[in-house]
């Protein structure tokens, strides 16, 4: 069902997937390195998870959307949460 979602959002699709492949390298390193102080203190990483998440944001946003859309076109959906909402798509 996912498949639908990845159909109606391609664009944001294809940016969750960078996003998720970049903070998974991030946490891989943070894993390997296993002292906070030294993964932490890496040049420009803040920047980087500020922009992961700030694309995260605007996938979330598609992603309300479209939510919002199945929910117009059937009105007993504005009583189901989103996550429940989404396992259903």
């Known amino acids: 069902r996912s498949e639908e ?7 944001q699709t294809e940016v969750f997937a960078s996003a998720d ?10 894993l390997k390195v296993r002292n906070v102080d030294a993964a932490f203190n ?12 700030e ?3 605007g996938c979330e946003k598609g ?7 199945k929910r ?5 959906f504005y009583f189901v ?8 798509l």
Request: hydrophobic letters at 50%.
């Open 81 to 88: 949460p989103n996550q429940d909402l989404l396992a259903m």
């Open 5 to 11: 979602v990845r159909e109606q959002l391609p664009q």
């Open 72 to 76: 117009r076109i059937f009105p007993r």
């Open 21 to 30: 492949l970049e903070l998974r390298e991030v946490i891989s390193h943070v």
């Open 63 to 69: 992603l309300m959307f479209l939510l919002e859309k």
């Open 42 to 53: 890496q040049d420009a990483l803040l920047d980087k998870l500020d922009d992961l998440a």
């Open 55 to 57: 694309r995260m944001q």
